[in-house]
């Protein structure tokens, strides 16, 4: 218990005066996880969700589009993520930077010039 005490008093501060920095790495570790879920959908069935499917697809099995024949019973994910900003992620298949695309409008909740936004391509 003394070690767990010493370490949040170390940590805690750091953290506390980077709120939008533990964020940012809160966010690319959500993106990381999704991407992950997205490619073991893609391994049992053949390909990723669609764009009208979403991330929905991971936690719930389609109930239309392209059928998920081997869709894992439990799901991909617990829950559809929300990003450390409160707002959905967003997903894009075909994405503009790739195949997919998953991303956070960051802190500004919008971008039209993607400035702020954290993406499945910086990672």
Known sequence: MVIIGILAAVI?????????EAR???AKNDIRSIE???KLYRLDNGQYPTQAQGLKALVKKPTSGPQAPDWRGGGYLPRVP???WGRPYQ????GIHGRIDVF???THGQSHDMKGV????DL
Do not use: E, F, H, Q
């Open 12 to 20: 805690v501060p750091k953290i506390m005066n980077r709120p939008d």
């Open 24 to 26: 940012v790495v809160a």
């Open 36 to 38: 992950s879920a997205l």
């Open 82 to 84: 929300i990003d450390p």
């Open 91 to 94: 997903y894009l298949n075909p």
């Open 104 to 106: 956070s409008y960051g």
């Open 118 to 121: 954290i993406g499945s391509w």
